[in-house]
């Protein structure tokens, strides 16, 4: 007898329907086939003992699963319900007669229980784009795959319950996602706030421009500056994400397994901070079947590279592309899949290999020949494409031992908050735009004009500074925020001389 049900594969962050088609004739024998990988390949085994510990029996027959389209790589353990299923109702053990109207996924235990499974969300989204009526998967991740309005979601325990689905016509418990109701209950305060930083009332400002445009950021400072800490804090000011943002940064962490159990949406920005030993491949994506890097998982959020002369330069060089497109594309010789990657980069780095530079104080000093080879490890092209960079010079005593609290995180994320819905609107008529920092040529010289004062400032700046286009560039950019932060419709000389001072490694001394 022959049946067809039906699971799905995840390539990037959208799916694809599998139709695993099971026959069982007369004779011995398993065959599975349509590229499956290992995990797939060791399912008969879990499938077996599941079966046998529910008190139904894995058929002693020729059995052969086809997984179509044959030609595409499927991996991972989430179709041992699809297979199990498919071989039940194969072997006429049970009756399945409408089997074919949902999508089935899960990993199988010994007991027969279930185990949640990764990229539940691009299946649902797939699902009901290709009209199925339902969706069967482990209970954990039933309220990822909610999201999905118009479509049924069972979340299961076992898969005892699947076969009374199926078989007895029992009832499941449809898991139902109130998804603008989840999300806004969900925009919960980041445990970090900026009130709790003493001083730093220069960075804290650098911060906020930062944050209002979407800007990327390095801070150079010796150790015990406040690098990291106020790194940290970053999220706390940011806008919070809209749902079209919360709905592609779930995908994204859907599809690697990211998401918490029994979680909708997403309503946090991420923050990530991966170590400096990370590799390539790590950090921008792929992999023999690829899968997102660090930069796709900060999506929407921040990406904190700590210590940045210590990742390899080979690592921070592959990051220009995605820094510049906002969307890194890994090819394969069969496929290509597309992540997005619109993050905002905060940097930190010491400004020498000893972490003291030009201090005469400092307790270990370098050599100039020392000096420049660990700043050499960031490459010019890299720095043109980081707007602010800022110098973080450690708190005296009587700054920190300051009883009186700082500017709180909310009251930040107002005014950012402000200056980007001005952006939004500034923008609202351009899809692939939505904050200051995305903006192409063409945006910058319709958007941020200059009086003649302003330009002969900055002709004055990119003369004496030796600056390149793109510099000239994000200078005007991160002005353009200046003014959005001021409520100003045009772009004053002040706002012109703040972003100037924004380029610390432009300035001699630093890079040579």
Wanted: net charge negative; proline share 6%.
């Amino acid at each position: 007898m022959l049946i067809k049900v039906y699971g799905s594969a995840v390539f990037g962050v959208e799916a694809t329907n599998i139709t695993v088609e099971v026959n069982v004739d007369s004779g011995i024998g398993y065959h599975l086939v349509g590229l499956p990988d290992n995990a797939i390949k060791e399912s008969s085994f879990r499938i077996q003992a599941a079966l046998k510990n529910i008190g139904l029996k894995f058929p002693g027959k020729k059995i052969t699963v086809n997984m179509a389209p044959a030609d595409l790589r499927k991996e991972g353990s989430a179709y041992d319900l699809t297979l199990a299923l498919g071989i039940l109702t194969a072997s006429s053990q049970i009756k399945a007669p409408n089997i074919d109207e949902y999508i089935i996924m899960g990993e199988l235990s010994l007991d027969g229980g279930l185990q949640p499974i990764k990229g539940a969300l691009p299946i649902a989204i797939k699902a009901k784009e290709d009209g199925f009526k339902g969706f069967i998967l482990p209970k954990q991740n039933a309220k990822e795959a909610a999201i999905v309005d118009g479509l049924e979601v069972y979340g299961v325990e076992n898969i005892t319950e699947v076969i009374n689905f199926f078989d007895k016509g029992k009832t499941l418990e449809p898991t139902i996602l109130n998804t603008r109701e989840e999300f806004y209950k969900n925009l919960e305060h980041p445990k970090f706030d900026f009130s709790e930083v003493k001083g730093q009332e220069s960075i804290k400002r650098c911060m906020e421009i930062a944050a209002a445009g979407g800007h990327n950021i390095i801070m150079i400072g010796p150790p015990g500056s406040g690098k990291t800490m106020l790194a940290k804090r970053l999220p706390s000011i940011l806008p919070p994400m809209t749902l079209q943002e919360a709905l592609e940064t779930t995908k994204i962490h859907s599809v690697v397994g990211g998401v918490k159990e029994n979680t909708g949406l997403m309503a946090n920005r991420p923050f990530r901070s991966p170590h400096h030993t990370i590799s390539d491949v790590a950090l921008v994506g792929g992999g023999a079947y690829p899968q997102p890097g660090e930069i796709s998982l900060s999506h929407n959020g921040v990406l904190f590279l700590d210590e940045l002369p210590e990742f390899k330069r080979s690592v921070l060089e592959v990051m220009r592309q995605p820094l510049e497109d906002r969307e890194v594309t890994i090819s394969r010789a069969k496929f290509t899949v597309t992540y997005p990657s619109s993050f905002m980069l905060v940097a930190s780095m010491n400004p020498s290999p000893g972490g003291y530079f030009n201090d005469p104080d400092a307790p270990v000093t370098s050599s100039p020949s020392e000096m420049q080879r660990y700043l050499s490890k960031i490459s010019g092209p890299l720095l043109d494409r980081i707007d602010i960079h800022i110098e973080v010079t450690p708190m005296p005593f009587d700054k920190l031992s300051e009883e009186r609290r700082g500017e709180s995180s909310a009251e930040i994320r107002e005014r950012v908050t402000k200056a980007r819905e001005k952006q939004a609107e500034r923008f609202k008529d351009i899809d692939y735009i939505h904050y200051n920092a995305q903006m192409d040529v063409k945006q910058i010289r319709k958007f941020c004009e200059l009086d003649e004062a302003s330009k002969t400032l900055l002709k004055t700046a990119m003369e004496k500074l030796n600056l390149s286009a793109r510099a000239y560039d994000r200078i005007l950019k991160v002005s353009r925020t200046i003014a959005d932060l001021e409520n100003e419709d045009n772009i004053s000389n002040a706002h012109i001389s703040e972003a100037i001072q924004y380029r610390s490694l432009d300035r001699d001394g630093w890079l040579g």
